[in-house]
């Protein structure tokens, strides 16, 4: 099966090869590094794209209590709709297990559209430095 459709990139974070190239990544792997570079980016932090991001950072200094856990999940919701359109959706779960540690566990669900493949992700989201 060809999967040229999903796309190929630089490999996230960046790194080089043995000859010296810039690696990359293809078809699921790219789309997961997507993810991730969304999910990292606070909105506004590119110069040239100032609307890419997620606008999860907004909440690291607010307390944590269900609205604030319904707004990160809706706010990836946005992110990942707007600028990954490879996939689709299937549930978005914030983990508060870990909250003592200043940390939430999002587990994102998604279906990739075209070869209808299902994965996880488990992004971490720090309240506070490590």
């Not at 810039?22 to 606070?42: G, M, Q, R, V």
């Not at 307390?63 to 919701?77: G, Q, W």
Request: charged fraction near 30%.
């Amino acid at each position: 099966m060809d999967k040229n459709f999903l796309g190929r990139g630089w490999k996230f974070p960046i790194q080089v090869t043995y000859e010296g190239k810039i690696a990359e990544s293809s078809y699921e792997e790219d789309i997961k590094e997507a993810i991730l570079i969304i999910l990292s980016t606070s909105k506004g932090e590119r110069v040239m794209r100032p609307d890419f991001g997620c606008g999860i950072h907004d909440f690291v200094f607010a307390s944590v209590n269900t609205a604030t856990i319904t707004l990160i999940e809706k706010t990836v919701r946005e992110a990942l709709i707007t600028w990954e359109p490879r996939i689709e959706l299937m549930s978005i779960n914030i983990d508060t297990k870990e909250i003592s540690n200043g940390k939430l566990l999002i587990n994102i669900d998604y279906r990739i559209r075209n070869t209808n493949n299902r994965f996880n992700l488990v992004y971490p989201f720090y309240l506070k430095e490590k």
